[in-house]
């Protein structure tokens, strides 16, 4: 390969959340895997524009024009033939400022937003900080250990709740499911039959595994479109959460100006010129690097599917998309806090607590396997080392 994967880079003292922000509850001696940041460095691509971006010196105020366009129009007509237009797009700091930002400004305080649990819980945060209140229509497993919508469930809750606004997780964090267009057509039709503004979160549509396909929501149909605030950003696909850009493409026109009036009336900056550039250069050269990254996630996966095996106690399925293994332990009959510390003080290892993703979430660790090789397989062993 070209891109080296297996090199170790030094964290700590770099202001990284995920090595840095040790609480007294978590030994030093921990491995992380926990939060959604991979331990590789960005593409040189990226880095290598910074550097011209550092060399240059004029770090001032900056706007993103028709040439960052035409990378984001590139890159989503390549991978998704979806053919984005300049006057849809709103960026912002992040997704999950995107979302309070939608909730904020689509609906009104005691309105009800669905999610569908176990999901990524900044969802929840972001529905209870904003006084409206929340609902999930919960995934389920099937027999075959893969999690389905409850189609009946879904659109019952949306009429009978008076549902205002649903956040997708679209590919879902944390099941890794890659739903299909015939799930988001259903979904769609639900949405549309009740008037429910539809907030995609698609920030993982590029980390795909090979025999899935990724479908935009709102390419789907002119209709949804109209009612879909698509959210993504380069952040997860290069590991360039750091620059704070998210792009957020709104088609409609009356939505869009009123996210982007609620945007402005918080005070929040626009984009900065590292976000441009890096986000630029991701987009034009590093899908090579992208490419590389899935082959060695995928492998990575597979050491967590073979380790899985021999955990008493434990279930695993390998996901769809994203770098996340979710893995069921509640086998071993532990509660949620007993789980944790169980992993942290007696396997070492700092994964992402299951309960924090919605009640159905209990029993689950969520393990980031982005992480250099030789570590991964050191934090699988420490794992079934306590297990044994």
């Known amino acids: 390969m070209k891109f080296d994967f297996d090199e170790y880079v030094e964290h700590r003292g770099y202001w990284s959340v995920k090595y840095d922000m040790y609480g ?33 010196g004029v770090l001032g105020y900056s706007y993103a024009d028709a040439r960052y366009m035409e990378s984001l129009g590139v890159w989503f007509w390549d991978r998704f033939r979806w053919d984005i237009r300049p006057e849809w797009l709103v960026n912002t700091t992040g997704v999950v400022n995107a979302i309070h930002i939608a909730i904020r400004s689509l609906t009104e305080p005691g309105d ?24 999930s229509s919960d995934l389920v497993m099937n027999q075959y250990g893969q999690y389905d919508i409850d189609f009946d469930d879904f659109e019952s809750k949306a009429s009978s709740k008076k549902v205002k606004l649903f956040i997708l997780c679209n590919p879902h964090n944390p099941v890794g499911r890659v739903w299909t267009a015939d799930e988001l057509t259903k979904l769609g039709e639900i949405c549309m039959r ?62 869009r100006k009123k996210f982007k009036q609620e945007y402005e009336s918080t005070g929040m900056p626009f984009p ?18 992208l490419s590389e990254l899935l082959i060695y996630l995928e492998s990575n996966m597979g050491m967590v599917e073979r380790a899985a095996a021999d955990w008493p106690g434990a279930v695993f399925r390998r996901p769809e998309a994203t770098y996340f293994a979710w893995v069921d332990f509640s086998g071993l009959h532990l509660t949620d806090e007993d789980l944790n510390n169980f992993m942290l003080n007696r396997a070492k290892v700092w994964l992402g607590e299951g309960y924090k993703f919605g009640a159905k979430g209990s029993g689950f660790m969520r393990i980031n396997v982005a992480t250099a090789r030789g570590l ?9 080392n306590a297990l044994n």
């Not at 491995?31 to 593409?43: A, E, H, N, Q, Y």
């Not at 009800?112 to 904003?130: K, S």
């Not at 991964?376 to 079934?384: N, P, S």
Request: aromatic content about 10%; charged content about 20%; hydrophobic content about 40%.
């Open 112 to 135: 009800v937003v669905m999610t569908q649990e176990p999901v990524y819980y900044p969802f929840a945060d972001a529905v209870r900080l904003t006084g409206r209140k929340l609902v």
């Open 272 to 289: 900065g010129i590292a976000g441009i550039a890096g986000c630029m250069a991701a987009y034009d050269y590093g899908a090579e690097w």
């Open 194 to 255: 009740h008037e429910i503004i539809v907030v995609s979160d698609e920030i993982h549509q590029d980390l795909i595994y090979p025999g899935y396909k990724h479908i935009v929501f709102a390419n789907l149909s002119d209709d949804f479109a109209e009612r879909t605030i698509t959210c993504t950003a380069p952040s997860k696909t290069f590991n360039l959460a750091g620059l704070n850009l998210s792009n957020i493409f709104i088609k409609n026109q009356t939505m």
């Open 376 to 384: 991964l397989q050191e934090a699988l062993i420490r794992i079934t």
């Open 24 to 56: 007294h509850d978590k030994p030093e001696d921990a491995i992380p895997l926990w939060i959604g940041d991979m331990d590789f460095r960005s593409p040189p691509c990226v880095r290598n524009e910074l550097a011209k971006l550092a060399k240059h």
